[in-house]
Each structure stands twice: as structure tokens, then as C-alpha cells.
T-cell receptor, first 115, second 114 residues
């Protein structure tokens, strides 16, 4: 069963628009971590954020913000005032204590920001 | 500080040939992971090591795949014999003392098997 679901396959926006990427996860564990990674067209995987299951506080880093809600098993990611350089594939991932913290990735959401 | 280093960056080989991918983790990191990325299956964990010892190789697709970590600064992933369906991008990642920490990925090796 898919542990991480990113229902949006592709999102296309015009520069300066906000874009929100959805991530829904499934786990029986009480101790787990959630991650977002960015994969730009150059292909590398860039770590963006890690959040543990005991910390539901939302986080903002520049134009990026994350909304973690355990009640809905969601960890959504918003890019405010998008820029062309934000064009990439974004992956949500889960690691669980019961699975020895192995990373399970979602299928990814391709974001295209048009000038 | 250097990140995770992988070589080669690109590899083109013919079916049946042996392929060896190499990885140097970040110094001081205890965990090393090998992933494969394809369009069909996305990012899959193949195997991971803790302090040079293989912990979980349940993701290795078949016996043609093998991985070693002879020391803390070097790991190899070998495919013998290679097949066209092995064509993918192979990533190596490392993390520190706690496996739940963020993993830092290398640039990947794009493998094409003709």
C-alpha cells in the first residue's frame, strides 16, 4: 500500500502565484518523520524540511511554508509568490520508527512556473 | 564540506555487461542508502548500511544486484549482468547517527543499458 500519496501529478502556475502541494501519509506508528525534497531539472535531490510526529507547529522559511496536521494525516507545502526557479518535482516522504526509519517517497508533484 | 559523491555521473553499457556504481558518503555519517529512480516506480530504496554493515537489502530487485561497503567512506552497487530494465538513475544518500535524520543525496548516476 502506498504510504505517501501526492494526488497532484502536475501543477502549472504563472510567476508570483501561490502554489500548494498536497501530501497525505498513512502510518500506524506514533513516532515518525515527514520530509519534503525538491528535484530540479538538473536531477539532484535537495532536502527542504523534516518534521517529527510530535511537532505539529507549522513552519515558514522564506517563501516556503509547511502545514502539518496529524488529524488529517497531511503535510502540505506552500510556495508563496512562485518564481521560475521553483520549477521542479517535489517529493513528500515518510520515515517510521517501526520501519527502521526507511524513507518512503510519494510519487512527486511536478511544478511548472511560467514567466 | 563535500557532499555525497557519486561516480560515474553517466554510464552507458550493453546488456550483459557488469556495471559498478560508486559512492562516497559525507564524512562522519553512519548510514548509507542506495535508491533507484524510474518513471514507472518512482524512488525506491534498494539497500542501506549502518556503520558499513548491510541492514536491509529487501529492496534489491534480484540476485544480479549486489552492494558492498568495505569502509566508512566508500560503497559500491554492482549489477551483473545488466539488463535494459535496469536503466534508471541510481542515488546514494547518507545521514548521521540517527536514521530518522534528513538524508543527503548525491547527484545520482544515470545508467542506460542498451
Amino acid at each position: 500500500a502506498q504510504k505517501v500519496t501526492q494526488a497532484q501529478t502536475e501543477i502549472s502556475v504563472v510567476e508570483k502565484e501561490d502554489v500548494t502541494l498536497d501530501c497525505v501519509y498513512e502510518t500506524r506508528d506514533t513516532t515518525y518523520y515527514l520530509f519534503w525534497y525538491k528535484q530540479p531539472p538538473s536531477g539532484e535531490l535537495v532536502f527542504l524540511i523534516r518534521r517529527n510526529s510530535f511537532d505539529e507547529q507549522n513552519e515558514i522559511s522564506g517563501r516556503y511554508s509547511w502545514n502539518f496536521q496529524k488529524s488529517t494525516s497531511s503535510f502540505n507545502f506552500t510556495i508563496t509568490a512562485s518564481q521560475v526557479v521553483d520549477s521542479a518535482v517535489y517529493f513528500c516522504a515518510l520515515s517510521e520508527a517501526l520501519e527502521d526509519y526507511k524513507l518512503s517517497f510519494g510519487a512527486g508533484t511536478t511544478v511548472t512556473v511560467r514567466a | 564540506d563535500a557532499g555525497v559523491i557519486q561516480s560515474p555521473r553517466h554510464e552507458v553499457t550493453e546488456m550483459g555487461q557488469e556495471v559498478t556504481l560508486r559512492c562516497k558518503p559525507i564524512s562522519g555519517h553512519d548510514y548509507l542508502f542506495w535508491y533507484r529512480q524510474t518513471m514507472m516506480r518512482g524512488l525506491e530504496l534498494l539497500i542501506y548500511f549502518n556503520n558499513n554493515v548491510p541492514i536491509d537489502d529487501s529492496g534489491m530487485p534480484e540476485d544480479r544486484f549486489s552492494a558492498k561497503m568495505p569502509n566508512a567512506s566508500f560503497s559500491t552497487l554492482k549489477i551483473q549482468p545488466s539488463e535494459p530494465r535496469d536503466s534508471a538513475v541510481y542515488f546514494c544518500a547518507s545521514t548521521g547517527e540517527t536514521p530518522g535524520d534528513e538524508q543527503f543525496f548525491g547527484p545520482g548516476t544515470r545508467l542506460t543499458v542498451l
